[in-house]
């Protein structure tokens, strides 16, 4: 640590559709992850994290440490007025960065409710010194994530990109800002656009040279990746995606190591949701269909490494741990003051130098998509539910036993409860009239 750097470094590494199933280190048995598997063999691996099943609720519950149920607003939308880990650190006197996906302001496009455009949170707005982000304005002028990556940089829009992977591009920011602050205490929040549809070819596949990614990417009312013309989006190139994004979270433990940081940076790395439907990934002999959407397990258990030599005591934990605990835990280690700003996570912190911590009893979820598409694909819907490791209840009143019933089949109603699920469903509703606006 520098005489200038009194204060531990973070970085926030989020993948973008990938579930717990998905890494080696967590049983996963169809992708190579040797970067992500050696950094939970050395760090803790907590194997009952768990988040909302879609994206958008899951960065605002990360980014500002609250229940959707307090914030949400609507799919790929932030309040514009919304306080974020960005505002929290830099005025913490940290050096701050978001590389990657925002996709936070105006996502709907013209033809479909266009009264919630404009409605979001600017990436200028957001609250970090400097910014290097895909989907940045209008979705339909997102363009490509992937090859030949349309990228707004701190202000412009690169125009370099052509043969360019996203990914890389995101990456190589984080690398130099790093060197450029190694002397200063810093946090980096990289929203992977990796493992994301479309699936397509990464720089490691045989295929990438010749990929010629469509430049029209706008997404109407109804209308799904199969349909934008050319647009092969074929879930046999997750593999490649999958592998390609553990190396490119390599680069950046590389940089740390190369720069004597990783004693000095907790690296916090977390899924967004569960695998897309599309994809079936193996654990040894069982197949696990992705469950991104769904508010089972499939949805919502999320792959959640801590790493920090020197500080972290290796193991697997078992905690549950929630999207909100990460701002919490964030706050703890870098010993920053909320002040009057009031969040619903609680820190893990002690769990990660072998201490008992102060471990959650339950999560709550606060499900609302949003999704401007809902008409056609059929999402106008609202799961609110409370869960514990054995039990999980519904607002509706359905209960089930998730030791025996992960897939949820065989609901558990009131007048079916013997005395230990009617004392669970006791301690769960009373999470839910707590949590869920009336």
Known sequence: ????QNKTNVILIMSDDLGYEVLGCNGGT???TPVLDKLASEGVNFTEAHVQPLCT???LQLMTGKYNSRNYI???????DERTFGHIMTEAGYKTLISGKWQLYSYNPPDVEPHMRNKGQRIEDSGFDEYCVWHAHHTEDKGSRYKDPVIYQNGSYLNNTKGKYGEDIFCDYILDFIDRNQEEPFFVYFPM???HRPFEPTPDSPEYEEFDPPTNLSLGKGKTFDEVEGW???PKYYKDMVEYHDKIVGRIIHKLDELNLSENTLVIYIGDNGTPVEVNSQMGSNSIQGGKGLPNDRGTHVPLICSMPGTINPGVNLDLIDSTDILATILDISKTDLGDFVIDGQSFLPQLSGQKGNPRDWLYFYYEPKNPRRDALNREFKYVFARDKKWKLYNDGKLFDLNNDLEELDPIFEYDDTSESNEVRKKLTKVLEENTPK
């Open 232 to 234: 092969e989006d074929d």
């Open 74 to 80: 609507g799919f790929g939308l932030m309040k514009p």
């Open 30 to 32: 169809s992708y190579k």
């Open 193 to 195: 656009a990796l493992t």
């Open 1 to 4: 640590m520098s005489k200038k």
């Open 57 to 59: 609720p899951t960065r």
